[in-house]
Nanobody, 126 residues
Framework: QVQLVESGGGLVQPGGSLRLSCATSRSTLETSSIGWFRQAPGKGREGVACIARVSGRTASADSVKGRFFVWRDNIANTVYLQMNNLKPEDTAVYYC???????????????????WGQGTQVTVSF
């Protein structure tokens, strides 16, 4: 059974940083590309960043380019999302998801992701 557990969310002031973690299993990282998505109140789910299973290449949304970075630690079996220079519009529940069997990754199509974590709240406010 695939498990994805997010952590690291919280309340941060604008301009601050947070690091989200997505803990999973070795087998999941070996067989899946991992994506980060977010959903703000009253809005649809938005792709934020992803990391490809095979190449380790990453992709990120224009809205977070240069501020958010994704990488994986194959020893800790964890994928991280480093979020810098946070803005109020980054406030959302953040989810990590696994696209089983994918070689590359996409942030455009959340339907391609098979397994989802429970989410972690990020609030950017004074």
């Amino acid at each position: 059974q695939v498990q994805l557990v997010e952590s690291g969310g919280g309340l941060v002031q604008p301009g601050g940083s947070l690091r989200l973690s997505c803990a999973t299993s070795r087998s999941t990282l070996e067989t899946s590309s991992i994506g980060w998505f977010r959903q703000a109140p009253g809005k649809g789910r938005e792709g934020v960043a992803c990391i490809a299973r095979v190449s380790g290449r990453t992709a990120s949304a224009d809205s977070v380019k240069g501020r958010f970075f994704v990488w994986r630690d194959n020893i800790a079996n964890t994928v991280y999302l480093q979020m810098n220079n946070l803005k109020p519009e980054d406030t959302a529940v953040y989810y990590c998801a696994a696209d089983h069997g994918a070689a590359g990754c996409t942030i455009e199509d959340d339907q391609s992701y098979d397994y989802w974590g429970q989410g972690t709240q990020v609030t950017v406010s004074f």
